[in-house]
């Protein structure tokens, strides 16, 4: 199985400003049709998941354009511009290039 | 707007069985694969199984494989999941969520609020 490991496991924010998570996967998620199946998820207190960003870079529908992904191969990041206050939550990076898929262990996103 | 309501959720001995739905709204079921994840207490997110959008191909994580079942009744726009011989440590949240085509959940795009199954004697 992918093992997927996120940095920080929890990151004090203070608002307006960046934040960064990474997340680094045990194999390449490079998959054979060419494309990298990297998602990131947001869980918000006591909500369900909720798709941010997926292929890397691709913003969901809806999402903040404070919010951005990038990377490549095994190596990913996920940037917040300037933290809001209901930015706070648990961030997962997902692959869904090899079956089982799997998830990062979660960062805790909270305001300092 | 897309919708996906799970049910079936409850108390449960250990070495029992419960069936899990989750009702879709919003789209074309049968046009795409549907996924169930679960998140023990306080825990992070394992993905569970998946099924393809014609029900004809499902794969499921280690954990599942033997006791679990994944299956849908795209007549009812509905995904279920039969447990059975659970144990203390299939206590979780069981989200479904939507797969972007028919065919592989290579991201998941929409998430139902869960059920919660709780196994304990």
């Known amino acids: 199985d992918i093992v997927m490991t996120q940095t920080p496991l929890s990151s004090p924010v203070t608002l307006g400003q960046p934040a960064s998570i990474s997340c680094s996967s045990s194999q390449s998620l490079v998959h054979s049709d060419g494309n990298t199946y990297l998602s990131w998820l947001q869980q918000r207190p006591g909500q369900p998941p909720r798709l941010l960003i997926y292929?890397?870079?691709n913003r969901f529908s809806g999402v903040p354009d404070r919010f951005s992904g990038s990377g490549a191969g095994t190596d990913f990041t996920l940037k917040i511009s300037r933290v809001e206050a209901e930015d706070v939550g648990v961030y997962y990076c997902?692959?869904?290039?090899?079956?089982?898929?799997?998830f990062g262990q979660g960062t805790k996103l909270e305001i300092k | 707007e897309v919708q996906l309501l799970e049910s079936g959720g409850g108390l449960v001995q250990p070495g029992g069985s419960l069936r899990l739905s989750c009702a879709a709204s919003?789209?074309?079921?049968?046009?795409?694969?549907m996924t169930w994840v679960r998140q023990a207490p306080g825990k992070g997110l394992e993905w569970v199984s998946l099924?393809?959008?014609?029900?004809?191909?499902?794969n499921y994580a280690d954990s599942a494989k033997g006791r679990f079942t994944i299956s849908r009744d795209n007549s009812k726009n509905t995904l279920y999941l039969q447990m059975n011989s659970l144990r203390a440590e299939d206590t979780a949240v069981y989200y479904c969520?939507?797969?972007?085509?028919?065919?592989?959940?290579?991201?998941?795009?929409?998430w139902g609020q869960g059920t919660l199954v709780t196994v304990s004697s």
């Open positions: 997902m692959q869904g290039t090899q079956l089982p898929r799997t």
């Open positions: 292929k890397i870079s």
């Open positions: 969520a939507k797969a972007p085509n028919s065919a592989y959940d290579t991201y998941l795009d929409y």
């Open positions: 099924i393809s959008g014609s029900g004809g191909r499902s």
């Open positions: 919003g789209f074309i079921f049968s046009n795409y694969a």
